[in-house]
């Protein structure tokens, strides 16, 4: 399996996907979500679940991984820029804007793509993209934890691609 994604060039995520873009929401979290394509999935694979982090985030965070996206049950291999806001075919959970360090912006808000915005550096974004061999029992605003522990078992193979985004 191999992820492919637009957004990235030469390892840069480009400035629209994150605090350099033009598209926000309420709280001026960015909101227009990258691109991504899966290649090559292997047989079996029911959907996929994805999740989107920055572990640069980890010394202003109070330690913690910021996540910027999750979702699952996707069940085709092409996610179109900014379909976190319009697509209904698959389910979103929360990501780290819900949190204090976030603003604790609503769940509403927090269960699309929260894109990036390193404030002290440039940051690596990882997006991590799981073959299941099933569907998942989730609903829109599910925690990252609820995933992981339903996707136990029954990972086919996992692919990760990486991007740099400026500060």
């Not at 029911?46 to 996707?74: M, Q, R, T, Y």
């Not at 991590?128 to 609820?146: T, V």
Request: hydrophobic share 35%; net charge negative; with cysteine.
């Amino acid at each position: 399996m191999k992820i492919i994604s637009d957004a990235i060039k030469n390892g840069v995520i480009e400035d629209k996907y994150g605090k350099h873009g033009e598209q926000f929401n309420v709280n001026g979290v960015p909101s227009y979500s990258i691109p991504f394509e899966i290649v090559d999935a292997p047989e079996g694979t029911k959907s996929f679940a994805l999740f989107l982090e920055d572990k640069d985030a980890c010394p202003i965070s109070g330690g913690f991984s910021w996540v910027h996206w999750v979702a699952a049950n996707i069940t085709r291999t092409k996610i179109e820029e900014n379909e976190s806001l319009t697509a209904t075919d698959f389910v979103q959970g929360l990501n780290s804007w819900i949190s204090m360090q976030g603003g604790q912006q609503d769940k509403e808000l927090s269960r699309f793509y929260g894109g990036m915005a390193p404030p002290n550096e440039p940051h690596t974004y990882e997006l991590h993209i799981y073959a299941l061999d099933c569907m998942l029992d989730l609903q829109n605003g599910f925690m990252f934890h609820e995933m992981f522990r339903q996707m136990d078992g029954h990972v086919l193979e996992q692919q990760t691609i990486k991007g740099v985004y400026r500060h």
